[in-house]
């Protein structure tokens, strides 16, 4: 689609008051007479990473069970383009957190990289997930709308003219309720229009630092759905298509495809029966699942693996007269990106560009490792890197007081696998940390540090149970015992050795994002005092240059009753 078409034609729909855009795809061969067939392919949680991920996640396991490296956007672009050749009329989706904690090779560059990547695959619509907000609302906008970064001006080009596409997120508002987002895009095939709805999480707010989201307002996902599903019945859009980043549910049985607990099943049973299909995104799991709507009809849901490594593919067949996608001959799957097909010459070239512009930045050596330090969690549900980044924040921050350190996993963003003679590049540090958090040391009380490893199990707003252990730092000890009832599960706690006193304050060096109450630890808003410590990956990179090599830690700092 011509990247100028698409502009005007936004702006037109936005001067006529409906959010709408509109792409025609030619068709290839005469379609049967009733029926309009139409690929839709999706990815999501690519969070800029244009080369394939290392470390665990670097492969998938196929259903057949065998493993095979996955992943990188020049075998995502042969991909889609082959899948988009084998079809007459095709879309392409981006279902959320396209950028965002993104590696240096797009972040360097403020993920315009990854914008113009979308652009050259022709992208359709993108929903919005929390990670496009992490560098906030302005710059959001500047990333849609083009134009320089206000303080570092163009640095991967002379210009930057932002995203040909549109970015969806009906549940998106100002503090006054206007849109913050368009809620919906509009595509013709064959002249029969097919309507994207999208939406994400409505507790975003607990997963973002707040000064990133000020002033914007995150209403209820499932509610903005149907709002705007009937608004586009009304526009006599029949075939409707939702994207929604997010955690759609539990994952706690081994089928995916649960009818009562699969991860798809609450929003899937939920949103309104004009919504043909629903597209997910969040994390490692793919699946393809079949639910009843609310008026019983089956829907089908699919989400791929993220970081490039599995997308979504489903073919409709939309009948010309209703101009509604008839929904038993839904065919979908999921596509493994392995290296088994030559990856796209034009995309390689791009990503080629883009790690040697970073290249003298991300290469420089920080420090080196004995061995692999991976976010692989054990059973007390430690990871060696989040134990090595609480060990670092507290090294960091002992002068100004702090005494014990805490860190979220949802912070620790990629592995560390280290090179020739175990050496970290900075380019790994900063794909590992790269939100730019500062540390903050809080003083709390032995009690509020018991509640707060309390808060550690937490419920959701569907009544499904949330684990988020915080990796702790190598003085600070205790006892876990799932099983335990609510309040009870935390024991023994020890500081250097000594048992903590439920009446004594203690100085805790934590992320600002944790400092805020983010990932539902509120406990932290309740500190009596709070001292700036510097940046997280500043905290991170001097303890390797301090400790080179950096042993990878033990995860034993939890006992498990």
């Known amino acids: 689609m011509d990247g100028g078409k698409a502009r005007r034609a936004l702006s037109a729909c936005a001067l006529a008051a409906i959010v709408c855009a509109g792409t025609g795809v030619a068709p290839a061969a005469a379609e049967p007479p009733n029926v309009v067939p139409v690929r839709l392919i999706a990815f999501g949680d690519l969070h800029g990473n244009l080369l394939p991920p290392q470390g665990p996640r670097s492969e998938v396991v196929r259903s057949d069970g065998t493993s095979v490296a996955a992943g990188g956007v020049a075998h995502l672009a042969a991909y889609v383009r082959q899948l988009r050749a084998q079809a007459d009329h095709s879309m392409l989706y981006a279902v959320g957190d396209t950028w965002g904690s993104s590696p240096l090779e797009s972040a360097m560059f403020h993920d315009e990289p990854t914008i113009e990547l979308l652009n050259d695959l022709d992208v359709t619509a993108a929903a919005l997930g929390n990670h496009e907000l992490d560098q906030g609302y302005a710059e959001l906008t500047r990333l849609r709308d083009g134009g320089c970064h206000p303080d570092d001006g163009c640095r991967y080009g002379e210009t930057f003219e932002g995203a040909r596409f549109p970015l969806l997120a009906a549940n998106l508002t100002t503090e006054d309720g206007a849109p913050a987002a368009l809620p919906f895009s509009i595509s013709y095939v064959d002249g029969i229009p097919v309507g994207t709805i999208g ?98 009809q089956p829907r089908t849901v699919v989400q791929g693996a993220s970081h490039g490594r599995i997308i979504s593919v489903a073919d409709l067949m939309i009948d010309r007269e209703t101009r509604d996608v008839l929904r038993d001959h839904t065919l979908a799957f999921t596509q493994v990106i392995t290296h088994d097909i030559e990856p796209d010459p034009q995309t390689q070239q791009f990503v080629e560009r883009a790690v040697e512009m970073s290249d003298a930045v991300a290469g420089r050596r920080v420090g080196s490792a004995s061995a692999d330090i991976t976010r692989e969690a054990g059973p007390s549900g430690e990871s060696a890197l989040g134990n090595l980044v609480a060990d670092a924040q507290l090294a960091a921050a002992r002068s100004v007081g702090a005494q014990v350190a805490l860190t979220n996993p949802g912070g620790l963003r990629s592995d560390l696998i280290c090179g020739e003679n175990g050496v970290v590049t900075y380019g790994q540090t900063y794909a590992a940390q790269p939100f730019g958090n500062r540390l903050q040391v809080l003083e709390l009380s032995g009690a509020q540090l018991d509640e707060l490893l309390e808060q550690q199990f937490q419920t959701t707003a569907n009544g499904n149970a949330l684990e988020w252990i915080l990796a702790p730092s190598d003085n600070f000890r205790y006892t876990l015992d799932r099983i335990a009832p609510s309040g009870d599960r935390i024991r023994d706690l020890t500081i250097d050795g000594e048992p903590v006193d439920p009446e004594q304050h203690y100085r805790v060096v934590v992320n600002d994002f944790l400092a805020e109450g983010g990932d539902g630890f509120d406990v932290f808003t309740h500190a009596r005092h709070r001292t700036g410590a510097g940046e997280e990956l500043d905290a991170l990179n001097a303890y390797f240059a301090a400790h080179d090599p950096v042993v990878p830690p033990t995860t034993d700092r939890i006992h498990m009753h």
């Open 199 to 296: 939406v994400l999480p409505s507790n975003t707010p607990d997963f973002i630092r707040s000064d990133s989201i000020a002033g914007l307002r995150f209403g209820d996902e499932i509610e903005a759905v149907d709002r705007t599903a009937d608004l586009l019945d009304s526009l006599g859009v029949r075939a409707v298509v939702l994207l929604y980043k997010g955690d759609i549910g539990t994952d706690g049985q081994n089928d995916p495809c649960h009818p009562v607990d699969g991860p798809a099943n609450v929003v899937a049973t939920a949103v309104s029966p004009k919504v043909d299909l629903i597209v997910t995104s969040d994390g490692d799991r793919h699946f393809n699942c079949t639910y009843p709507d609310p008026l019983g």
